[in-house]
């Protein structure tokens, strides 16, 4: 009986010096998206047309909606002295323009929308080269693991000596235009 319980306290040694031992040899490292895409001045340009086109598609659909708040006062003003027939055509004209403004809205704003076609345009081939950049460095410098420090929700510390941002930046220099590792701003 001894004999099998110190075969099997051996074992157990065994494999938790095998599992010390593999964790051991397992580097974990972060980046922080946010500071590497704001150093990325493609990033910037495309964040600022979307910007920009959001402006103008806003204006339009606050356009639409104010006219047809005219349209309501307007009826609103008349109704009393309107027959039923115009009164249900001057309500027609008034829900046909809200319902074009809700269509513009869904067309730029949409799940499918202009907007989403438009990040996907601009910002998805620079995310690509991030990811890519980040598997780059993290098969060449041998890490399990890459955090994400602005995803946040899941990084409770890490030491500056693991963050591995400016070397996605430098990595990402290759394909693409970075801001100089001496100009960038850490956001702390």
């Known amino acids: 009986m001894k004999t099998r319980k110190s075969i099997l306290l051996l074992a157990v040694m065994f494999l938790l ?6 964790q051991q040899n397992q580097r974990i490292a972060y980046v922080d998206s946010d500071y590497i895409l704001e ?14 086109l959001s402006k103008k598609w806003e204006k339009e659909i606050t ?33 046909a323009k809200r319902q074009e ?28 080269k991030v990811y890519n950049a980040i598997n780059q460095v993290a098969l060449t410098k041998n890490y399990a693991f890459v955090f994400d420090k602005a995803a946040g929700t899941s990084m409770l ?11 996605i930046l430098d990595e990402i220099g290759n394909v693409m235009q970075t801001v100089r590792r001496e100009d960038r701003k850490k956001n702390n």
């Open 17 to 22: 010096g095998i599992s010390v031992n593999a």
């Open 39 to 52: 150093n990325i001045p493609e990033y910037t340009d495309a964040q600022e047309e979307i910007n920009q």
């Open 63 to 95: 356009a639409l909606f104010q006219a047809a708040q005219e349209l309501d006062r307007e009826y609103q003003a008349e109704s009393v002295l309107l027959s039923e027939d115009q009164k249900r055509k001057k309500k027609e004209a008034i829900t």
């Open 101 to 128: 403004a809700e269509n513009l809205r869904m067309q730029y704003y949409g799940p499918e929308g202009e907007l989403f076609a438009k990040r996907a345009e601009l910002i998805q081939p620079i995310q690509e």
């Open 157 to 167: 510390y890490c030491s500056d000596k693991n963050d591995i941002s400016d070397e």
